[in-house]
């Protein structure tokens, strides 16, 4: 039977790679950099002109279909998923580290259907990894196949997480206080690589046990979400319930039992929801 959004994942890898090779380019040149919700929350015209470019073309393909992108939100478009085809976008996820020329820089395009994902595509584009998941198809990087860690000890662990963009003490405190108590379970380690979308991916490789983070938007998660599921992993909310794309919360691990263990440490508070009436 064909598969019916086959099509529009082909797409999407398309014009992931093609916006990659953008970025790319673009990471050598000086470049101008503006500010969104705070001094630390970077923007640049790279990353407004790739979610251009990225839209522009399924739009030519889909026109029926609809978008919430990072940069088309933040310049005053809704951010609801509905029933309708829906691509979730981040042009740039990793913006910081495209701005200081930090090699993790991945372009996100996630794919939901009636409020279900359906695919995600990540490409990290300077390590020129492509990762693919669909819905019951498995989960891909440059074609191989993608398993998680079946490490089931938390003190054997590697665990991600950002300190986000958000720098008020209060939230800033609560960041570094689950930070400490999970490193001090003990963990082998905590990393972080800029970008959601690609400690997710690593999740999915098998070489990070778990990622969490509060602060993050739908447009960071969506398509990392469905590569990790597909590599065998699981996705939850950081208070242990059913992870939630528009709380701008997310536990992504390898099994439930360190997910569950991580979320037992975690600080939790709630950022305004993405699909907060504006
Ligand atoms: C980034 C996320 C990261 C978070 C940063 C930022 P952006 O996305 O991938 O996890 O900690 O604050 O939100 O803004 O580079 O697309």
Redo the contacts with the bound molecule.
Sequence with gaps: MTDVWQSAMDHAVSVARKAGSLVREAVQNEMKVMTKSSSV??VTQTDQKVETLIILSVKDKFPTHRFIG?ESVAAGEPCVLTDSPTWII?P??????FVHGYPFVAVSIGFAVNKQLEFGVVYSCIEDKMYTGKKGKGAFCNGQPLQVSDQKEINQAIIAT????DRDPEVVERIFSSMRKILCLPVHGIRGV????T?MCLVASGCVEAYY?I???C??VAAAAVIVSEAGGVLMDVEGGPFDLMSRRVVAANCRSIAERIVKEIDAFSPPRDDAPQ
């Design positions: 929350d970077l990072e981040d740039v996820d990793g913006t910081t580290n950002e300190f986000g963009s800029g970008t959601a979308a400690n983070e602060g993050v938007h447009w960071d």
